[in-house]
């Protein structure tokens, strides 16, 4: 039995997220289907991240379990043949039998893309959150810099169907802008439900003045959803890379 552990980039706008569902088409779902091609057989994927419905990939690792004899360089090659457009192995390579890509990771880089703009773009639009209001990105740097740190992030987690501590630790969270675009990077150890987007949307609450200096603090000791930002859309978040 050998352990694979894949690195996968994919555009997420088709895809109901990365887990399996029986209701839609996942990232997880199709790298399964072309694992079953090559090999003969149904191997399970484990995902380091369950990135939700339209969120992009430029760094998901995940590893799966085969008995066959194959030149594992050439296991990304194969996959990609019969991968649709969309989704692309960037490296396959064998690692211990213990590995295991989610419980494994250490950290997990996200970034959040905004393009401050009052003009479309077709080209980028399904990859970026268009702002139209003028945005301090100064300000929404130092608010983020609150973040950093081993708080409890109940106030941007979104409802969840599973009971779980809302206790993360949060070492980098910062804001930077070239020209137009703005890029809000967060890693931590994990993340909630819909927690980097719910950052990103107060931050841009932040930014446009319609929260004061000061809020991101006041918003992490209240502990309360209501008083953060609104959910930032999904097409704008970006899973850079997981560590381990």
Aim: with cysteine.
């Amino acid at each position: 039995m050998r352990n694979i552990k894949l690195t996968i980039s994919y555009d997420g706008t088709l895809y109901k997220g990365w887990q399996s569902q029986k209701n839609g088409r996942t990232v997880q779902q199709e790298i399964e289907k072309a694992i079953l091609k090559i090999f003969g057989h149904h191997h399970t994927l484990y995902g380091a991240s369950r990135t939700d419905s339209g969120v992009h990939a430029k760094g998901q690792t995940a590893n799966f379990k085969v008995s066959a004899v194959f030149p594992v360089s050439k296991i990304s090659d194969a996959l990609n043949a019969v991968l649709p457009a969309d989704i692309l192995i960037k490296r396959s390579e064998e690692v211990p039998l213990d590995f295991h890509s989610r419980f494994d990771a250490k950290s997990k880089l996200y970034r959040y893309s905004i393009v401050n703009s009052r003009t479309r773009d077709p080209f980028s639009d399904r990859y970026v959150w268009r702002v139209p209001y003028p945005l301090d990105a100064g300000l929404m740097d130092i608010e983020a810099g609150f973040l950093a740190g081993t708080h409890d992030f109940k106030c941007f987690q979104a409802s969840d169907k599973k009971e779980r501590s809302s206790i993360r630790n949060i070492t980098m969270a910062r804001v930077r802008k070239t020209g137009r675009q703005l890029r809000v990077d967060i890693e931590g150890d994990g993340f909630l439900y819909n927690m980097v987007r719910n950052i990103a949307g107060t931050l841009v609450d932040i930014g446009r003045g319609y929260l004061p200096p000061g809020s991101m603090a006041k918003i992490l000791r209240s502990k309360d959803r209501k008083k953060a930002g609104p959910t930032a859309p999904a097409r704008g978040l970006f899973l850079l890379k997981v560590r381990y």
